[in-house]
């Protein structure tokens, strides 16, 4: 959704709700492109994590994520706050994994010593579903640098959902398994492992141990099997309307026919009449 001016003379909450959604304007598009490159650095900051790095350099990353976290947090509290409707908002599945993946972050900073009676590690992945919140770019064809054509956008929504997929199931893997897998050392161990078993190549050099990891893959391969399929359909079946007129056939139902189409081609009525009262 994209509001054609600025809000003059609207009270705070109505400009919030604004610049939030807006496109066009300087301010809109600022705060867009500053979102999607905090987004890119938070999850890089996860990724990052799991490689062997200096103490230094582990805590800078780790203030990093925390600012970033607060971040997101005000953007958070900003959405409630412009929402017309704060319930709706607050309950719509993109605000949803924003809470949750800005939630461990906290949680280790607020209560320190939940490290003794939970799984940090497991819970700090959580942070991987943040890449989710990039489908909140996809939500139409209008960017800040312009807008795409509706067959360019439904091409970018199945990219996101295959990288999506490979990046949740990795780094979901990599919490299961790094710490008794030594196969699984860091993030790219995890994703090579993800991308070769959707891809059914299998090479058997690495191999879940844990039943966590097990599930993990299958839940993942599963995933693949259902999700790609079924937005690639959507692409596909879209350019075959693209090629046909929207005609339905009274004595069936059926719609879309060539072009050139006297009878349908299901049951064999005539429909050449409501071709042409369409042309």
């Not at 937005?231 to 879209?238: F, G, H, M």
């Amino acid at each position: 959704m994209t509001i054609e001016s600025p809000p003059g003379g609207r009270d705070v909450r109505e400009t919030v709700r604004f610049y939030l959604l807006d496109h066009r304007t300087a301010l809109g598009k600022t705060i867009d492109i500053t979102l999607l490159v905090l987004n890119l650095v938070f999850v890089a900051v996860f990724v990052a994590e799991t490689y062997p790095l200096s103490v230094e350099l582990q805590s800078r990353l780790w203030q990093l994520e925390i600012a970033i976290a607060v971040v997101f947090l005000m953007e958070y509290v900003l959405r409630l706050y412009g929402a017309a409707n704060r319930l709706e908002e607050a309950t719509d599945p993109y605000t949803v994994v924003d809470l949750i993946a800005i939630l461990p972050t906290f949680l280790v900073v607020l209560l320190p010593g939940v490290a003794m009676v939970a799984n940090v590690g497991f819970l700090r992945v959580v942070r991987v579903v943040r890449v989710l919140r990039f489908y909140r770019f996809t939500q139409d064809a209008e960017f800040f640098f312009g807008t795409i054509s509706d067959n360019a956008l439904r091409a970018l929504q199945l990219l996101l959902t295959v990288l999506v997929l490979l990046f949740v199931s990795a780094g979901l893997f990599y919490s299961a398994e790094h710490v008794v897998n030594p196969d699984v050392s860091t993030f790219g161990d995890a994703f090579y492992f993800v991308v070769v078993a959707l891809s059914t190549v299998g090479f058997g050099d690495i191999v879940p141990i844990t039943t966590a990891g097990r599930w993990v893959t299958v839940a993942a391969i599963l995933a693949g099997i259902i999700v790609i399929p079924w937005q690639a359909s959507k692409i596909i079946r879209e350019w075959s309307h693209r090629e046909k007129i929207n005609v339905t056939c009274p004595n069936c139902g059926l719609s879309y026919h060539d072009r050139d189409a006297s009878h349908c081609k299901a049951c064999g009525h005539v429909i050449y009449q409501e071709h042409d009262s369409r042309e």
